[in-house]
C-alpha cells in the first residue's frame, strides 16, 4: 500500500477528510500531501517507468542486479580494471587477435610451450645472448655458419683431415716450414722441376740408384771418379788416345 502524508489547512471547526498515512492508491492528488518514506515497494511502480535519473549516484549494489544480466552494452568503455575480474577466467576467447603486446607479458613467463615450433625469427633474438648451453649437440650444418667467420680459435686441434680440405686448397704458405716429411710425399711424384739447381747431394741419393741414364754427357770428370776405379771394362773401346797415358806409364 501507498501510504502518505497530508498537511491540510482546514478551519478549526471543520474535520480533516483526510488523515495523515491513511491515503492509499496511486497517488496524492490533494495540495500539501506527501508519500511516507521507506513505503513504495515494486508492486506500487508501474514496469518500466523506473530512469536512470530516478536512481541515486552510486546506490546500485550487486544485490540489487540480477545474475548474467549484465552486457558489454551496460558497461562503460575503458572502466574494467584488472581488480574487477576473476583470477583465471580471461581465456584466449575473450582476446582480440594481434592485441597482446610485450607490454602485457609478465618478463620470464613464456616458455617453449607457449611458441609456435619454427616461428623465432633471428630479429627475436638479442645479439650475444645464445650461447653453446643453448643449442643442440650436433645441430649446427654448414648452412647455420656464416661465410668466412670461422677461425682457427673456432676449431679443435688435431681435428681437421683431408676429408674436410678442398682439392689443391693447401697452399706452400699454408705449410710449416722444413715440415714435410718422406711420409707425406707420394711415391715418384717429384719431378726434376720441383728440385732446387744445386740442392741435391749424396746424402738424399740411394746408393748404387744411379745409372748412365742419370748422368749428362761430358759431365763427369777425372776428379769426381775415385783413384784406382776404373777398369777396361768402364773404358769404351778405341778411345784411350796419347795424351790419355801419362808419360812411362806403358810398360
Known amino acids: ?53 530516478d536512481v541515486a549516484t552510486g546506490t546500485i549494489t550487486s544485490t540489487n542486479i540480477q545474475d548474467a544480466t549484465i552486457t558489454g552494452a551496460d558497461i562503460l568503455n575503458g572502466t574494467i580494471l584488472g581488480a574487477d575480474i ?16 610485450g607490454a602485457n607479458i609478465a618478463t620470464g ?36 655458419i656464416a661465410t668466412g667467420t670461422v677461425t ?8 681437421i683431415v683431408s676429408a674436410d680440405i678442398a682439392t689443391g686448397g693447401v697452399a706452400s704458405t699454408n705449410i710449416l716450414d722444413a715440415t714435410i716429411t718422406n711420409a707425406d710425399i707420394a711415391n715418384a711424384t717429384i719431378t726434376g722441376a720441383k728440385i732446387a739447381a744445386g740442392t741435391v747431394t749424396s746424402g738424399n741419393i740411394l746408393d ?6 742419370d748422368i749428362a754427357n761430358a759431365t763427369i770428370t777425372g776428379a769426381k771418379i775415385a ?25
Not at 748404387?208 to 741414364?213: G, K, L, Q, S, V
Not at 783413384?227 to 790419355?244: E, K
Open 152 to 159: 682457427s680459435a673456432n676449431i679443435q686441434n688435431a681435428t
Open 1 to 53: 500500500m501507498l501510504a502518505v502524508a497530508c498537511a491540510l489547512l482546514l478551519p478549526a471547526n471543520v474535520t480533516p477528510a483526510l488523515a495523515q498515512g491513511t491515503v492509499s492508491g496511486g497517488g496524492c492528488a490533494v495540495p500539501g500531501c506527501t508519500i511516507n518514506d521507506n513505503t513504495v515497494n515494486s508492486a506500487d511502480i508501474q514496469d518500466g517507468t523506473i530512469t536512470g535519473a
Open 109 to 144: 613467463t613464456v616458455t617453449t610451450g607457449n611458441i609456435l615450433n619454427g616461428t623465432i625469427l633471428g630479429a627475436d633474438i638479442a645479439t650475444g645472448t645464445v650461447t653453446s648451453a643453448n643449442i643442440t649437440d650436433a645441430s649446427i650444418t654448414g648452412a647455420d
Open 86 to 101: 576473476g583470477a583465471a577466467t580471461i581465456t584466449a576467447a575473450n582476446i582480440a587477435n594481434a592485441t597482446i603486446t
Open 208 to 213: 748404387a740408384t744411379i745409372t748412365n741414364a
Open 227 to 251: 783413384a784406382g776405379t776404373v777398369t777396361s771394362g768402364n773404358i769404351l773401346d778405341g778411345t784411350i788416345a796419347s795424351a790419355d797415358i801419362a808419360t812411362g806409364g806403358v810398360t
